[in-house]
């Protein structure tokens, strides 16, 4: 497989710029592998392809404002830090992206919230990328919760409201770490959660931090000559125990998003069973792969040429895959983070 493989036309006006509402209303596209179907749905009708004794493992990572805007010293120049990863909570010391970067360099400090927080430069990173202390008295995310803005992605062209510290999160968001949403999670309203148990469907939580890398670029023509960025999972014990069980009693194991995918796929036992885990992986799924946990995939409609996208043609094949996007493009399905979904069974 080939970068190129992965390459489609998309219409602008088909990303979607803000969500369903309510956010189980989005359209559901399912792709059925057996008989190569495909069949348009509304989300709600996800519960129909679930049984008794099935599960659904979901991504209980966090999204957090991340974005921080805030003042250079002296020069009283607008600087943004993005906040991406926390090195040293004693320290409060973190890897930040900032902009514009030819303006910021080791030993400057920057000031948010009125000079309140401020942070200072002690390392470069990359060309963007930066070190960065911050003088924090108090709760650091409780801070940033109120002064930072949701980190949409950046083909969302308009500013993150207030509405978005909710829309960008999925309802069992609960492990801060996140700079970006595990975005098929978000399609699940608490109703729909509580009709898949009364239909004796377990659901159950793993925790994979989603990173930047979601969105950077695939630069090799050959696939396997690419690298991707890090991210931070748990696997807890309770999972484990309900997946395998499932496993076991020979029924379906749901999968909810690349992120959780992932997440899974990375803690594999030799007989082909999850096992609980936690720590960084760079597991990178693209065609051929031998999905060993994953049975059925809930995920969006993803960017052209993005890891994503491969991985969804991992699980369904690249051929049908590349028709089903055809065919949401030419019905006008909604795209990216805030678009409809499919069903990969």
Known sequence: MKLSDFRYPLPRNLIAKYPASPRDTARLMVINRADESITGKKFTDVVQYFKK?????????KVFPARLF?????????IEVFLLRELNKEENIWDVIVDPARKVRIGNKIFFDDGKLWCEVIDNTTSRGRTVRFNVAGDFFKIIDRIGKMPLPYYIKRDPTDRDKESYQTVFARVIGAVAAPTAGLHFSKRLLAALKR???????????????????VEVEDLTKHKMDSEY???????????NKVIDNKGTVFVAGTSTCRAVESSVTTDGHLKPNRGWTDKFIFPPYDFKITDRLVTN?????????????????????????????????????????????
């Open 53 to 61: 004794g099935d599960c659904l493992i979901v991504n209980e990572t």
């Open 70 to 78: 805030g003042r250079k010293e002296k020069t009283n120049a607008k």
């Open 199 to 217: 239909k004796g469907v377990k659901v159950v939580p793993v925790v994979l931090h989603v990173g930047l890398g979601s969105f950077r670029p």
């Open 233 to 243: 999972y748990e696997i807890p014990e309770s999972t484990v125990e309900v997946v």
């Open 301 to 345: 409609f993803h960017m052209p040429e993005s890891t994503l996208l491969m991985l969804a043609a991992a699980f369904a094949g690249r051929d049908l895959i590349m028709r089903a996007y055809k065919k949401a493009i030419k019905e006008g399905y909604r795209f990216f983070s805030y678009g409809d979904a499919t069903l990969i069974i």
